[in-house]
């Protein structure tokens, strides 16, 4: 079945570095989507996108939809205590059929920021 | 605009009962999909709702059903529970068309004894 490989697993990183994760598959997708889920809590939609080639940023948060839609990108600039959790990235066949309101996970990455 | 709104948060079942989930998505979604998260699994989708229909189903067994009501809410049964049902049980809201985000609530925490 379709799978999605996000790395790192896990960073370690002082407060007002960057950070930067991935996601990688072996299908195509035609929607991407970053979330961050903190303990307890569902995950919370950070940046969706749509077309291959796009770069959408949102706030301190850049991600960008890879040119063969295999693949995904999160940067976040000048990391803060608050951004600690679990980014998750997401896909979506958008086909219609068997893809209907059916997303395809990343494993996450755990983000631990040193004040 | 109100969230997606998941009750109850919290469930302790013993292993044999039932349990039922409730789901109300953002006013004007009419999509309803549910994802169980395990440490082990991660996030694995259930099934899918739209306009009182399953859309889409994954691969769960039949204990795992569902449905949708016409106000769009949505509820999850599990029958006969067991020790690995315990998991986050989680809904997303969603327009229902393509290219539309999908947003989710706080969470169902379940945990069978």
């Known amino acids: 079945g379709q799978q999605l490989n996000q790395s790192p697993q896990s960073m370690f990183i002082q407060e007002g570095e960057d950070v930067s994760m991935n996601c990688t598959s072996s299908?195509?997708?035609?929607?991407w989507l970053w979330y961050k889920q903190d303990p307890g809590e569902g995950p919370v939609l950070l940046i969706a996108l749509y077309k291959a080639g796009e770069l959408t940023s949102n706030g301190r948060l850049t991600a960008q939809f890879g040119i063969t839609r295999k693949d995904s990108f999160l940067n976040i600039s000048a990391s803060i205590p608050s951004d600690v959790g679990i980014y998750f990235c997401a896909g979506d066949t958008n086909a219609g059929g068997t893809s209907y309101g059916k997303l395809t996970f990343g494993q996450g990455t755990i983000l631990t920021v040193h004040p | 605009k109100a969230g997606v709104t998941q009750t109850p948060r919290y469930l302790i079942k013993t292993r044999g009962q039932q349990v039922t989930l409730s789901c109300s998505p953002i006013s004007g979604h009419r999509s309803v999909s549910w994802y169980q998260q395990t440490p082990g699994q991660g996030l694995q989708f259930l099934f899918e709702y739209f306009s009182e229909t399953q859309r889409n189903k994954g691969n769960f067994p039949g204990r795992f059903s569902g449905r949708q009501f016409s106000n769009s809410r949505s509820e999850m049964n599990v029958s006969t529970l067991e020790l690995g049902d315990s998991a986050l049980y989680l809904c997303?809201?969603?327009?229902?068309?393509?290219?539309?985000?999908?947003?989710f609530g706080q969470g169902t925490r379940l945990t069978v004894v």
């Open positions: 997303a809201s969603n327009q229902g068309w393509v290219n539309t985000e999908a947003f």
């Open positions: 299908s195509i997708f035609n929607t």
